[in-house]
C-alpha cells in the first residue's frame, strides 16, 4: 500500500525526499474506475508501490496534464512495436534530461568504487499483472535463466563480464539486490540505462511454469507440443520476450502493456495500472491511456504523417520529409519540430576489413586507401543538395555536445581533395588503371567497390550518387546494391559484404561515464570489423583476433578505460581513441547534425520543441519521458 511519507519528488533528475511537503493525494484513473468499482482491479492506492516516483514537471519546464486519449503513430515493420519499450524507457536506471544516471525502476542505488552495486527496489512494486515485483526476479534471471546452458548457451552477457569474470550476486532481502565484481565494472549502471536494456530480471511468477526446474513435467511436455518447439526452452525462451514485447502474457514495468496478440497492423498499447511514476498532483502516469502503433510501408509514413493521422512520429521521417510535413501542417492539425541527431555521423560508409576476398581485404586495410576514400567525397555538394547546408559536414567522431569533440578530427581526411586522393591511391600500388580509367587490383580486376545498404533512406541513395560520381575521378566504381536490412547485417557478420553504408555511431554524445567499447573491435555491430568483433564476443570462438596495429591499440585503450579510476582517466582514453579513428578513417563519415523532423499533434503537450532524436544514450522519445505527454483539451483525440 502506498505509504505517503515515504514518498519521492523527481526535481530535476534528482530524487529528494520531502517529509515537510504535504503528500499529494493519489488520484484514479478514470480508464481503469470501472473494474476498480466493480471490484476486479485494486484502488490505485494499492496498486501504487509504497515509495511511488513523483515527477515534479512545473520544475522541468512541464505541465501537468490529464490522463486520456489514443496517441496514433507508425511503424514500418511488425518487430518494431518493440519501440514500445524504448519509447516508454522504464528502466531500472535511466538518463534523465541532462544525461545523467537516475534511478527510475529503482528507489534508489549505491556504487563502491564500480566494484558493488546495490540495488533497492520500490517496495511494493507490482507488475503489470499485480504480482509483486521483488528480487527474487533478479535471482530467477541470474541462476535460472543466465547461467542456465539450455536458456544462455553462451553464459551471461558480456556487460556483466569483468576480464572473463561474472559478478557475485546476493539478495540480502526482497527490495535488495547486490552486483560484486572483484574488478571495476564502470559501465555497469549506463547499461541499465540504455535504449535496448538488458533486463536482469524476469517476471518469476510467470516464467516458472514453462522452467524445467520448476514445472510439473507432464503439463511442460504439453505446452512444448502445443508451441511446436523442440524442447522446453526453445518454449521459455519463444516466450522470454521482454525488449520485443510481443508476448502480451509476458509481465511488464513499462508504463504501457502490450494488448495485441500476433501480427496485425494495427497494435494497441493499454496503460499500466501499477506503473510506479505519477506527477506531483498524485495523478498516475502515463497520462495517455492507450498507444495504437500502426504498421504501415516505410515509404508510407511520410504521407500519413502529411495526413495529420500521426499524433506522433520520428521514426521513418527523414530530412528530406521537412518540406511535405510544414505543407500539410495546417491542414493536418501538427506542428513539425526539428531535432537535433544524436549519432556520430548522418551517413557514413563502412570498408570492411573482413571482407572475405584477400586481395579486396588487403586493399581496403592500406590506411592510405580508406583516406583516399574519404577524400573522393564532396561532402559540400551533398549537404547542400540534401541538407540545404543544415548538416555539418565532417569525418565520422562525436558531436560538439560531447566534452571529447575536437575539430581537427571532424576535418582528418575530410576536405574534397582529388588530387591528394589520387596521389595516396597511386602511393598504395594501385596507379594502373584500365581503359575506362577505372584503378585496377592487384590481380587486375577492376577496382569497382560493392557499397550495400538496407535501401531504407533515399538520401542515402542521393548521396550515394554524388559519391559515385566523385569516386570515378579518382578511378573508382562504386555500385550500391539495396538489400533488405536483416540479409545486409547477415552478409556484413559474414565477411561476404566489402563495404556497407549505415549511420556513424549511435552514441554521438558521450560522457566519461560511457564506455568506448564501441570504438574498439568489441562488436560484430562495427561494420569494419565484423570478424574481429565476433572474437572478443564469443571468447575467441568465432571470428578473427584482431592483428592490425591501430586496432590492437583501440583494444588496450578500451580496457585502460575498463580500469581507469578516474574521469581524468578515462576521458584520456576517450580522447586517444578518437585520435586513432580520425587518423585511421575505419569509418568514412561524410556528414553529421542532420535535423530530425518530428511530427506532433497540435493537441499534444509536453512534448519538447528543442531536443535530440539519438538512440543511445535517449532511446529516442524516451529520455524525453513520453509517459508525461498528454492530449489537451477533453483527453480524448
Not at 565520422?396 to 591511391?425: G, H, I
Not at 546494391?481 to 549505415?502: F, Q
Not at 512534448?607 to 535517449?618: F, H, K, L, M, N
Request: with cysteine.
Amino acid at each position: 500500500m502506498f505509504k505517503p511519507l515515504k514518498s519521492l519528488l523527481l526535481t530535476g533528475g534528482l530524487c529528494l525526499a520531502l517529509p515537510a511537503l504535504a503528500d499529494p493525494v493519489l488520484q484514479e484513473s478514470p480508464f481503469l474506475s470501472e473494474q476498480v468499482n466493480a471490484g476486479s482491479m485494486p484502488a490505485v492506492t494499492e496498486r501504487a508501490p509504497d515509495t511511488p516516483l513523483f515527477v515534479d514537471l512545473e520544475a522541468r519546464g512541464r505541465t501537468s496534464g490529464t490522463q486520456g486519449g489514443t496517441l496514433s503513430t507508425f511503424v514500418s515493420r511488425d518487430k518494431d512495436i518493440r519501440m514500445m519499450v524504448v519509447y516508454g524507457y522504464g528502466r531500472l536506471v535511466g538518463f534523465d534530461a541532462d544525461y545523467k544516471l537516475v534511478p527510475d525502476i529503482l528507489e534508489s542505488f549505491e556504487n563502491e568504487g564500480d566494484k558493488v552495486f546495490t540495488l533497492h527496489l520500490r517496495p511494493g512494486h507490482r507488475w503489470s499483472d499485480g504480482a509483486p515485483f521483488t528480487s527474487e526476479d533478479f535471482r530467477y534471471w541470474w541462476e535460472d535463466v543466465a547461467n542456465n546452458e539450455a536458456l544462455s548457451p553462451s553464459g551471461p552477457p558480456d556487460f556483466l563480464l569483468v576480464e572473463g569474470n561474472a559478478p557475485e550476486v546476493t539478495y540480502p532481502d526482497e527490495t535488495t539486490v547486490v552486483f560484486s565484481w572483484a574488478e571495476a565494472n564502470p559501465s555497469f549502471l549506463q547499461s541499465l540505462a540504455q535504449a535496448r536494456p538488458p533486463f536482469i530480471y524476469r517476471p518469476a511468477h510467470v516464467m516458472k511454469k514453462y522452467h524445467i526446474d520448476y514445472a510439473d513435467s507432464d503439463l511442460l511436455n504439453t505446452e512444448v507440443q502445443e508451441a511446436r518447439v523442440n524442447s522446453w526452452a526453445a518454449l521459455h525462451n519463444k516466450l522470454d520476450n521482454m525488449y520485443n514485447f510481443d508476448n502480451p502474457d509476458l509481465p511488464t514495468l513499462q508504463p504501457w502493456i502490450n494488448a495485441s496478440d500476433g501480427k496485425k497492423i494495427r497494435h494497441q498499447f493499454l496503460r499500466n495500472p501499477y506503473y510506479h511514476r505519477f506527477d506531483s498532483k498524485g495523478v498516475q502516469l502515463p497520462y495517455i491511456d492507450t498507444v495504437e502503433m500502426e504498421v504501415v510501408s516505410g515509404g508510407l509514413i511520410a504521407a500519413k504523417s502529411n495526413a495529420g493521422e500521426a499524433d506522433l512520429q520520428a521514426r521513418g521521417l527523414d530530412f528530406r520529409d521537412i518540406p511535405i510535413l510544414r505543407k500539410g501542417e495546417e491542414g493536418g492539425d501538427y506542428r513539425t519540430y526539428l531535432w537535433a541527431n544524436g549519432t556520430a555521423s548522418q551517413i557514413a560508409i563502412y570498408p570492411n576489413l573482413n571482407y572475405n576476398d584477400d586481395v579486396w581485404r588487403e586493399v581496403l586495410r592500406d590506411v592510405r586507401v580508406r583516406r583516399a576514400l574519404s577524400l573522393g567525397i564532396d561532402r559540400d555538394t551533398i549537404n547542400r543538395a540534401l541538407y540545404f547546408n543544415l548538416a555539418k559536414p565532417g569525418a565520422m567522431t562525436v558531436l560538439p555536445s560531447s566534452p571529447f569533440y575536437k575539430a581537427e578530427n571532424r576535418e582528418a581526411w575530410a576536405s574534397f581533395d582529388t588530387e591528394q586522393a589520387n596521389a595516396l591511391l597511386d602511393e598504395a600500388g594501385l596507379a594502373e588503371r584500365g581503359p575506362n580509367g577505372i584503378r585496377l587490383l592487384p590481380d587486375g580486376r577492376e577496382m569497382e567497390l560493392v557499397v550495400e545498404t538496407a535501401g531504407e533512406r533515399q538520401e542515402v541513395e542521393n548521396a550515394m550518387q554524388i559519391v559515385t560520381d566523385t569516386w570515378a575521378d579518382i578511378g573508382i566504381k562504386l555500385v550500391l546494391r539495396p538489400l533488405d536490412r536483416d540479409i545486409l547485417r547477415n552478409r556484413i557478420y559474414a565477411g561476404t559484404t566489402m563495404a556497407a553504408v549505415w549511420y556513424g555511431w549511435d552514441n554521438g554524445i558521450p560522457q566519461p561515464y560511457t564506455s568506448p567499447d564501441y570504438l574498439a573491435p568489441r562488436y560484430q555491430e562495427f561494420f569494419a570489423w565484423p570478424k574481429w568483433g565476433q572474437f572478443y564476443q564469443t571468447g575467441g570462438d568465432v571470428g578473427e583476433a584482431p592483428d592490425m596495429p591501430a586496432a590492437e591499440e583501440l583494444m588496450a585503450l578500451s580496457r585502460e578505460w575498463d580500469h581507469a579510476t578516474s574521469d581524468e582517466e578515462r576521458s584520456l582514453a576517450w580522447e586517444k581513441m578518437l585520435k586513432i579513428h580520425a587518423d585511421n578513417v575505419f569509418g568514412i563519415g561524410i556528414l553529421a547534425e542532420a535535423p530530425q523532423p518530428v511530427v506532433v499533434s497540435n493537441r499534444l503537450k509536453n512534448v519538447p520543441q528543442s531536443a535530440i532524436w539519438a538512440w543511445d544514450p535517449g532511446a529516442h522519445f524516451g529520455v524525453h519521458r513520453m509517459d508525461e505527454f498528454y492530449f489537451d483539451g477533453t483527453g480524448t483525440n
